[in-house]
């Protein structure tokens, strides 16, 4: 069964920077679209960003459009959300999948605060 762990969340001032990463113990990774997900508690999961198989395509949500980029490493089978000018909208848990495919993994904390 594919397994994706989250990690790299944390608190952050309004302004600052995070990049969440994802592992997924899938094999053939690299055959995959992956995307991040985030969720607010009690909410259903929403879309965030998208990238091809092979690294080109991108695709952003309008919030994070110009803040975000997603980029993977096929080789070590990561998916990562470099967040920049993190505002306080953007607290939430941030997951990723390919396309919902797979059980979702506990998700990494984002929280922006002063």
């Known amino acids: 069964q594919v397994q994706l762990v989250e990690s790299g969340g944390g608190l952050v001032q309004p302004g600052q920077f995070l990049t969440p990463s994802c592992a997924a113990s899938v094999v053939f990774f690299s055959f995959y679209v992956m995307s991040w997900y985030r969720r607010t508690s009690g909410k259903e999961r929403v879309w965030v960003a998208m990238?091809?198989?092979?690294?080109?395509?991108?695709v952003y949500e309008d919030s994070v459009k110009g803040r975000s980029n997603i980029t993977r490493d096929n080789d070590k089978n990561k998916v990562y959300l470099q967040m920049r000018k993190l505002k306080p909208e953007d607290t939430d848990v941030y997951y990723c999948?390919?396309?919902?495919?797979?059980?979702w993994g506990q998700g990494t904390q984002v929280t922006v605060s002063e």
């Open positions: 990238i091809e198989s092979s690294g080109g395509g991108r």
């Open positions: 999948n390919a396309d919902r495919r797979w059980p």
